[in-house]
């Protein structure tokens, strides 16, 4: 069998990122020789201590951070050979969610989630059943005329949900979107987040603090510490036999919520 024959579809390919951030006189490395590659369709998450780069390297999926050095191949495209036409593309079809939500207060839920289609050639009527369709995706057709004021913060993540989804991207990035939720909103959220992973084909990359939320979802995850990865393979594999210290620390803290329920 050929080399060709047993590759995997992947996503997301970055191999040897750095990036370097300059304060200053002094330069803080916050990835060190980063590779990542995540199978299409395939949830994967990302979890590390806060400051370990998981932010940093999450931005580079989208380009937000561009890296020193290093290849970043996302969808079959070379991001950093691309123009900024191209580049948009690109983007759109990578979706972001945040622990902060980030809603707009003044607008409705309906116009929230359909404002990342205004700057496309879309009837306003198309526009609204998008959003519609949207908003039932994630459960809460009643509110398309809610106010983010109104909702709970687990409604504000599934609006939030919603708007990342209006461009049909291929990839989903959640960044700590269930830190601010309770352990049972959490839950219904990460079950949201495996649905539409299964329903629209979606790779979904998590990032947390959380062994319990990869647990419940991820099929594959990634330590971070220190600007590096430290330890990758399936939450199976890991999870059985953890390698490093910190690893272990996860695992262990897992095992404690696990027990505690
Ligand atoms: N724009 C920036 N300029 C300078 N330093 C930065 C910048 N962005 C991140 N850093 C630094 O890079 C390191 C990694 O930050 P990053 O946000 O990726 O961590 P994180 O793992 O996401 O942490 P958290 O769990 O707190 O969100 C940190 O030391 C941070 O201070
Ligand atoms: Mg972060």
Redesign the pocket.
């Known amino acids: 069998m050929s080399a060709a024959d047993i590759a995997i579809d992947l996503a997301i390919d970055l191999q040897e990122i750095n990036v370097t951030?300059k304060?200053n006189d002094e330069s803080?490395v916050?990835l060190d020789n980063v590779s990542l590659q995540v199978e299409k369709g395939s949830i994967y998450g990302i979890i590390?201590?806060?400051?370990?780069?998981?932010?940093?390297?999450v931005r580079i999926i989208n380009l937000l951070q561009r890296p020193n050095a290093g290849s970043v191949n996302i969808l079959g495209q070379d991001l950093l050979s691309l123009h900024d036409k191209e580049l948009r593309g690109v983007r759109k079809k990578v979706g972001m969610i945040f622990q902060h939500f980030n809603l707009l207060r003044s607008r409705t839920v309906l116009n929230n989630i359909e404002y990342p289609l205004l700057s496309q050639k879309m009837s306003r009527s198309k526009r609204h059943a998008k959003a519609l369709e949207l908003l039932k995706l994630v459960g809460l057709e009643e509110y398309a005329k809610a106010y983010p004021d109104e909702l709970s913060g687990g409604q504000k993540q599934r609006v939030a949900i919603a708007r990342a989804l209006a461009n049909n991207p291929d990839v989903l990035i959640s960044d700590?979107a269930t830190s601010a939720l309770d352990p049972q909103t959490t839950a219904d959220i990460l079950q949201l987040l495996k649905h539409l992973n299964e329903k629209l084909d979606l790779t979904i990359v998590l990032i947390t603090?959380e062994m319990q939320v990869i647990k419940s979802i991820c099929q594959n995850v990634a330590v971070?510490e220190n600007g590096r990865i430290i330890e990758n393979g399936s939450v199976s594999e890991v999870f059985t036999a953890p390698k490093q210290t910190l690893t272990q620390k996860f695992v262990e803290s897992a095992a404690n919520v696990t027990e505690m329920r």
Do not use: I, N, Q, V
Not at 48 to 57: E, F, I, R, V, W
């Open positions: 951030f304060r803080l916050a590390g201590y806060s400051g370990a780069g998981k932010s940093t390297l700590e603090h971070m």
